[in-house]
């Protein structure tokens, strides 16, 4: 790579943004307030000196500007905020401060950079995000229908099957008479219409997915049980390539599944699971995970989404279940441990899993 001439730190907002540079042969720091078009920001670093690279921090604004940068030839990083590394004791905060830790962080390849998605990857995750949110919109709207009818001192018994036709039914039998009736009614057009905005956003999901570059990973995952086309798109559209994973243990610690730790001299302490990364993978290999409190079997469901795959990546599937049964059956009957512990400890062996199947090749 060409020797950097000019160093660009952005400060990236909705309608401005801070451009910091400097000159690497003369020296000169500069500072220059930007429109939040764009092409401004691009044609303006198009004219420094070359070789040019800028960073900024990933924030609402989106990868568009690291994609039109890198279009225009301009060398572009985008950093992960929360690992830039800032003084305990600086407590003033500015866009010129920020812009100008920005780039001395970048000369001295001290920031930690950010995986730019295609724009088909992130129209794809944009999609499961909003699936993701009317699917808590909708647990919501359940929850407030199930307390208006606690305060009735009206209640379903036959939990194991609610949300049924059976239940709907009940729910519609019920009079609560005057305004009661009437939210009653209300919450339930309101989980009705949720439902259906549910069933399109999956449907749409599931018809983009052959054609999009995850569909053989997705296949894959498929294999394992606990993880459906779903829960498999999701896995693929907040992680991205897991080929930038060399091993599992970097996945794990990506999505935020492995311990924390504050060790000092001869002492070390691990704590709680670190939650970094995406919060919605994490979520979505806790819930895969409590299905292998079960005896490992392939049933017809699991046989039916494994139909036309290698034999490897059946067997990959299969160790799997026997792996994370073993691992409930020690932690939780053997060491007393609670549930919701032991689910993380095999949500975090499963994202290895996942890792193994995705580079099964």
Not at 24 to 36: F, I
Not at 63 to 88: D, H, N, T
Not at 199 to 205: N, R
Request: positive net charge; aromatic residues 4%.
């Amino acid at each position: 790579m060409a020797k950097v001439r000019s160093w660009a730190g952005l400060d990236v907002h909705a309608r401005s943004v801070l451009a910091v540079t400097l000159d690497a042969q003369s020296g000169e720091l500069r500072s220059r307030r930007l429109p939040g078009e764009t092409a401004k920001v691009v044609e303006f670093l198009a004219t420094l000196p070359g070789p040019t690279r800028a960073a900024y921090e990933a924030g609402p604004t989106g990868y568009g500007l690291a994609r039109a940068l890198q279009a225009a030839g301009i060398g572009c990083l985008v950093a992960a905020p929360g690992k830039i590394e800032r003084p305990a004791q600086d407590k003033v905060k500015t866009d010129q401060r920020d812009a100008e830790r920005v780039l001395r962080l970048l000369m001295i390849d001290a920031l930690h950079p950010v995986r730019v998605p295609t724009v088909e990857e992130e129209a794809l995750r944009d999609l499961v995000r909003a699936g993701e949110d009317v699917r808590g919109d909708l647990m919501r709207a359940r929850q407030r229908l199930s307390k208006l009818l606690l305060r009735h001192d009206i209640l379903y018994e036959d939990t194991s099957s609610t949300w049924t036709q059976r239940h709907r039914a009940w729910l519609r039998a019920q009079d609560l008479g005057g305004g009661a009736q009437a939210t009653l009614l209300d919450y339930l057009g309101a989980i009705d219409t949720l439902e259906l905005r549910r069933g399109a956003l999956e449907k749409t999901i599931a018809e983009l997915v052959p054609a999009s570059p995850c569909a053989q990973t997705v296949a894959r995952l498929r294999c394992l049980r606990g993880v459906d086309t779903l829960s498999a798109v999701g896995l693929c559209a907040e992680i991205g390539d897991f080929g930038r994973f060399q091993r599992p243990g970097k996945l794990m610690s990506y999505i935020g599944l492995v311990p924390s730790e504050n060790s000092s001299g001869e002492t070390r302490r691990q704590g709680a699971i670190t939650k970094t990364g995406s919060r919605h993978a994490r979520r979505l290999l806790v819930e895969a995970s409590w299905h292998y409190r079960k005896t490992p079997a392939r049933g017809i469901t699991l046989q039916r989404r494994q139909d036309g795959q290698p034999a490897h990546i059946i067997a990959i599937s299969w160790q799997a279940q026997q792996r994370l049964h073993r691992v409930w059956r020690r932690l939780a009957e053997d060491r007393g441990k609670r549930r919701t512990i032991v689910a993380v400890a095999v949500a975090r062996e499963l994202a290895g899993f996942c890792w193994a199947l995705a580079h099964a090749d």
